[in-house]
């Protein structure tokens, strides 16, 4: 398996592409809100986009998603955001853009492990950025969305965020997850290990 990293958009998403090596398909993670960008990497790097995973609603992080849904791509989602993808509220209005209300093709679980390309994806709901809000664990790598930053935690002040929740997952995080890298929905990478000793938002207990 290999790992592609392409940031999109005003507010630079960091979208992830997951890739099997022997047959070049592919999983999108947080696909953002450029198509012809995130679509003409996947032709430059020759892969196959199968499916595509959300860590949450936001526009930022899947305005795009209807439009690629449309090539044929299945949308994954948790249930609660997917809800709110139906509904058109993923702060467009922040952006001064016009929602595109769609629905996703699958609504995941907590601790679910899904199987796609060949590739184990392992499911956490990790509520606090939104109420549907989700990681991927994938071997040793947590894609974190915008729960866990590199020194820093995703926003709770929007529809549907909580700063007590927000905390509780990051713990949890901390518990169960130390010795794994994190590839968060923006900014830098970095690794469980150095958010515990260097997270001024949340430390580790």
């Known amino acids: 398996m290999t790992l592609h990293c392409l940031q999109t958009g005003l507010l630079g ?6 890739v099997n090596d022997k047959t ?3 999983i999108i993670i947080d696909s953002g809100e450029n198509y012809d960008k995130v679509m003409g990497y996947a032709k430059e790097i020759k892969v196959t986009p199968i499916a595509l995973l ?7 992080h899947s305005h795009n998603a209807k439009r690629i849904q449309k090539d044929g791509v299945k949308v994954y989602a948790s249930e609660k955001d997917s809800r709110k993808l139906e509904l058109g509220q993923t702060l467009c209005e922040h952006f ?3 929602p595109e209300p769609f629905s996703p093709d699958y609504e995941f679980s907590d601790n679910e492990i899904l199987k796609i390309c060949d590739i ?5 709901l990790t509520p606090g950025h939104t109420d ?34 927000l905390i509780k997952s990051i713990k949890f995080i901390y518990k169960n997850f130390d010795g ?3 590839y968060p929905g923006h900014g ?18």
Not at 13 to 18: A, G, Q
Not at 54 to 60: A, E, G, I, N, W
Not at 188 to 205: A, G, I, L, R, S
């Open 13 to 18: 998403v960091n979208t992830y592409f997951l």
């Open 24 to 26: 070049k398909e592919s």
């Open 180 to 182: 794994y890298n994190v």
């Open 96 to 98: 001064g853009k016009t």
């Open 132 to 165: 549907g809000s989700a990681i991927f664990i994938v071997e040793d790598m947590i894609f974190s969305g915008d729960t866990l930053f590199c020194e820093s935690v995703g926003r709770t002040d929007f529809p549907t965020g909580n700063t007590s929740d």
């Open 54 to 60: 959300l860590t949450h609603c936001h526009y930022d």
């Open 120 to 124: 184990e994806i392992k499911v956490i």
């Open 188 to 205: 830098e990478f970095t690794t469980v290990e150095h958010e515990k000793k260097f997270n001024p938002y949340v430390q580790n207990d």
